[in-house]
């Protein structure tokens, strides 16, 4: 890429300054896991709070989000006063597993519900149709029916975003990445951008540096690949049979649905959009499995709209009197081929998905001033073996599968979205995190290991 970021590199268009996938980081108040991690890298940033965080719009109600559990929970008990043990039994097993996740305890539960859909772990707590999608609507946010997307996923995320917070950098996600990139010059790395790498070279079973394609070669005794595991294990490292194994893993691994994201810088005023919530995601009704049908057969009308205001907490992103909204949907890759290779079918779709994003913006679309999609502003997210998939598909069979960030091949790493955390910012952290650590242990044991690379 000729920018930094991955998934999260900005880019402008006058004046509006869009992140493609940011909406916030969960888990990163003060003193939490992702500010520490921040933190014990020389990063020191200011973050907004977010409060209410997500609206789950149904016809017959509004379902808030906010940052306090203890208050979700009784607004459902309110709402659904004979289900009142259940909810109680769904939230203390959900709070039990992820504990167990995220502290490492060991857990009969884990072993209990690890099989489970979201859909499947609601069903064994309450009965009423309305309450199970309510509890289960994340699901949609991530872009998956409750009855296909696993209850650990959408457990660990929403637990998280509980238990230490929601917030939004200050200046945005590409505040971190700027911070990054400085404290990797400072330290005397070199960060570098168009500078696509072709071949990860092995000698021996090793690794032993990069080859890049304008055929210039870096020599190195350790390579972290945060490239989609399907490129890394296939095109980069060709033929080579130590990665034979982790090849015929990755094959049977689905990657995730494609995102189509419509950018749209809109005129403020008269749109509920500075106090609201910061995440809104619109229903056709409370059959998650039925509109996750209609999303993936381009019937959107029927499906769910997730609608992202990042100016909600960083007003700064766009121009004065102005606001930024995003519109996403996840289709098949049939479908993300043909709209990114059709301007006009792009066109079509996100005027589609600005009518329904209506429902949680009234007014959208009489308000819109720049209109660009994922077609025009990020193509090169769609490669050719991704087509823009975050990550896996994190379904409850492939959880368990999913690669780890040390290879067969000596020196070898990955990090990111492709490895065992899965995807989400907080995800990609604690994945680096991860790999850091494993590769101190590892290396330090090697017997010619010497100094530091």
């Not at 005397?188 to 168009?194: A, E, K, P």
Request: aromatic content about 8%; charged content about 20%.
């Amino acid at each position: 890429s000729d920018r930094l970021g991955g998934f999260q590199h900005r880019f402008e268009r006058a004046g509006f300054r869009f992140e493609p996938h940011f909406h916030f980081l969960q888990d990163a108040a003060p003193g939490r896991p992702v500010r520490e991690l921040l933190r014990g890298l020389g990063v020191d940033l200011d973050f907004v709070r977010l409060d209410p965080v997500a609206l789950f719009r149904f016809a017959d109600r509004d379902v808030v989000v906010g940052n306090s559990r203890a208050a979700f929970i009784a607004a459902l008990k309110a709402d659904f006063a004979d289900e009142v043990q259940g909810i109680d039994a769904l939230f203390e097993a959900s709070l039990a597993v992820y504990q167990a996740l995220t502290r490492r305890h060991a857990s009969p539960l884990l072993a209990l519900y690890a099989g489970d859909t979201m859909d499947a772990f609601a069903a064994r707590f309450v009965r009423d149709i309305k309450l199970r999608a309510i509890v289960s609507a994340w699901s949609a946010y991530f872009g998956y029916g409750s009855a296909h997307i696993a209850a650990f996923a959408i457990i660990v995320f929403s637990e998280a975003c509980w238990d230490g917070g929601i917030h939004h950098p200050v200046g945005g996600i590409a505040s971190v990445v700027d911070a990054l990139k400085a404290r990797i010059e400072a330290a005397g790395g070199t960060v570098r951008t168009s500078a696509a790498v072709r071949q990860i070279r092995v000698d021996g079973g090793r690794v032993c540096g990069v080859t890049l394609a304008d055929g210039s070669a870096i020599d190195a005794d350790l390579v972290v690949s945060s490239a989609d595991a399907i490129s890394t294990f296939g095109s980069l490292l060709g033929a080579e049979p130590a990665a034979a194994g982790a090849r015929q893993q990755i094959a049977s691994l689905q990657p995730f649905r494609s995102p189509f994201c419509v950018y749209l810088g809109v005129r403020s005023a008269g749109l509920d959009l500075q106090d609201g919530a910061a995440v809104r995601v619109a229903f056709d009704g409370y059959d998650l499995q039925a509109q996750d049908a209609a999303q993936l057969r381009g019937d959107i009308e029927h499906a769910p709209v997730s609608v992202g205001v990042p100016t909600r907490s960083n007003p700064g992103l766009a121009p004065a009197g102005h606001a930024i909204v995003i519109l996403y949907t996840f289709v098949e890759r049939e479908r993300i081929e043909v709209l990114l290779r059709d301007g006009a079918a792009a066109r079509a779709y996100a005027d589609r998905l600005i009518r329904q994003a209506e429902r949680v913006v009234p007014g959208l679309g009489a308000n819109v001033v720049l209109l660009e999609t994922s077609a025009g502003a990020t193509p090169q997210l769609y490669t050719a073996a991704t087509q823009g998939a975050i990550g896996w598909a994190p379904t409850p069979g492939q959880l368990p599968m999913l690669p780890a960030c040390q290879t067969p091949i000596g020196g070898l790493y990955l990090a990111g979205q492709w490895t065992q955390t899965g995807a989400g910012m907080n995800n990609v952290l604690a994945s680096a995190a991860i790999a850091a650590a494993t590769i101190a242990a590892a290396e330090d044991r090697r017997p010619e290991a010497s100094g530091t690379s």
